[in-house]
């Protein structure tokens, strides 16, 4: 992505004049206007910034991460709305049950 940015002219180096609406002082002003605009550069349709905290927190849960570690890290204010990811771990229910497999 970087590289295509700067070979667009769309990443300013410390050299460079060209200012962007997005941009002040060579960093972002404006996440979601400069992702927005990052997007449309590189020919991403129908892609929200909220998609990028989505795909973290499914990866989260994917790569074992408990409920309230994902809870934490998006700032959740109840386990409840974490909840909404747990289907994608289902290795550690086979955990839970497996524990019984002691016979």
């Not at 990443?11 to 449309?40: I, L, N």
């Not at 349709?45 to 998609?51: L, N």
């Not at 973290?56 to 994917?62: E, N, T, V």
């Amino acid at each position: 992505m970087y590289s295509f940015l700067t070979s667009t002219n769309c990443w300013p180096t410390k050299d460079s004049s060209v200012e962007q609406p997005w941009m002040v002082f060579g960093g972002v002003k404006d996440v979601k206007r400069g992702f927005t605009h990052a997007c449309q550069m590189a020919g991403i349709e129908d892609f929200r910034f909220h998609d990028l905290r989505h795909t973290f927190a499914s990866w989260l849960m994917q790569a074992g991460a408990a409920l309230v570690e994902v809870r934490d890290l998006l700032g959740h204010a109840s386990i409840e709305m974490t909840e909404r990811y747990a289907h994608l771990a289902p290795e550690r229910l086979r955990g839970a049950v497996a524990r019984l497999d002691w016979a």
